[in-house]
């Protein structure tokens, strides 16, 4: 499996102009962009090669829910994926794991390949390995528990422990455990689940220094990358990381 890089800009930039700035730095075949929705139509246009997707979806494809965003309405202007569940989503928009199993099903529905992130807290992992595995193993079965004959749906699982997201010192989880733990991932999507070939990500302070490291672990798919994404020259080192792998 060739291995991609995901770039989450989260609520960035808040320009169009930089937006498309951005865009043409990770434009390459082996690239997806997870691009805020105002910018939708001017980074599409931007494209020639890489992919794009959102950040978030609705569990409606449409109705009265003022903001929101559906999945049929990203998909009509051409997005490809959507991140559901990711940790931010969970925390400050206190999104249930009964909303993002909704969202999923919503994602699968519109035809939108639906990126699931799940990941521990910093307090369960403090209580070791197992004890993540387990939250991990609980997160997975809830979020999935809406889908229906999933051996034949397209979805991607982001393994992206919460704290190490965002933490300037680019990352506290070592490329092994965060092996350890898409192994572990993988071999539950595949017994209980029948997914396979599945592609699982990691995520969580990816950066030019140590996306090689990452990308050089078999048990791991590509990246999720947030903070690092932002910048262009940096993204572009990235792009060509990946592309040895591809
Ligand atoms: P980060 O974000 O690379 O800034 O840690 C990753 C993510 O939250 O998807």
Request: overall charge positive; aromatic content about 6%; some cysteine.
């Amino acid at each position: 499996m060739s291995k991609l890089l995901f770039a989450n800009w989260k609520m960035n930039p808040t320009s169009e102009k930089e937006a498309v700035r951005l865009a043409g730095a990770g434009d390459a075949k082996h690239v997806v962009i997870l691009v805020p929705f105002l910018f939708l139509s001017a980074v599409k246009k931007t494209l020639k090669r890489a992919r794009f997707g959102v950040q978030n979806v609705s569990w409606e494809q449409e109705g009265p829910l003022t903001g929101e965003i559906s999945p049929a309405m990203a998909k009509k202007m051409g997005a490809v994926y959507s991140v559901i569940g990711h940790s931010e989503r969970r925390e400050f928009f206190c999104e249930s794991d009964a909303v993002i199993a909704a969202k999923v099903q919503a994602a699968l529905g519109a035809g939108l390949i639906p990126i699931l992130c799940v990941g521990e807290p910093l307090s369960v992992r403090r209580g070791g390995r197992a004890a993540a595995k387990a939250y991990v193993e609980q997160q997975l079965s809830a979020d999935l528990s809406k889908i229906q004959k999933l051996k034949n749906k397209k979805i991607i699982i982001a393994y992206e422990p919460v704290w190490a997201i965002s933490t300037s010192g680019g990352g506290r989880e070592t490329p092994k455990d965060a092996a350890e733990m898409i192994g572990f991932i993988r071999s539950l999507l595949t017994t209980h689940y029948h997914l396979h070939p599945i592609r699982v990500l990691y995520g969580g302070s990816v950066n030019a220094k140590n996306l090689g490291r990452v990308l050089a672990m078999k048990e791991i798919d590509g990246a999720l990358v947030g903070g690092a994404s932002l910048d262009p020259a940096g993204f572009r080192k990235m792009v060509k990381i990946a592309e040895t792998y591809q």
